[in-house]
């Protein structure tokens, strides 16, 4: 079976559970602008908050609603808008720092931190 141009990762997740759990780490990443997670999902979540963020930075009705779509949580869509569109509105993309910690404790799970530069 080709594996060309196939991106993401399944997470050993069904595609609903993926998706919200991408949404919620998403959210808690805009909330506290730094979690602790493992390597594959601080990589996936940085492809989800890039995304966000620069549709935070054009600032426009129609880019709140992408964004609204993405995350439907009002909280963090607003602080997407209000505060982190304009602190990065200088910078062409590279919102969002992973920081590899090392093994976890109880299974080896490659963990890492993600948070907003």
Do not use: C, W
């Amino acid at each position: 079976m080709p594996s060309h141009r196939v991106t993401g990762r399944k997470l050993s997740r069904y595609k609903d559970q993926r998706k919200a759990l991408l949404r919620g780490l998403t959210v808690d990443l805009i909330r506290h602008e730094r979690i602790t997670t493992t390597l594959a999902k601080a990589k996936e979540t940085r492809v989800m908050a890039e995304k966000l963020i620069t549709h935070g930075k054009k600032g426009t009705l129609h880019n709140r609603r992408i964004a609204l779509s993405q995350v439907p949580n009002k909280d963090a869509v607003e602080k997407v808008f209000d505060d982190l569109g304009p602190r990065y509105a200088e910078r062409p993309g590279g919102y969002t720092r992973i920081i590899k910690l090392g093994p976890r404790q109880g299974d080896g799970a490659s963990m890492a931190v993600i948070e907003l530069v």
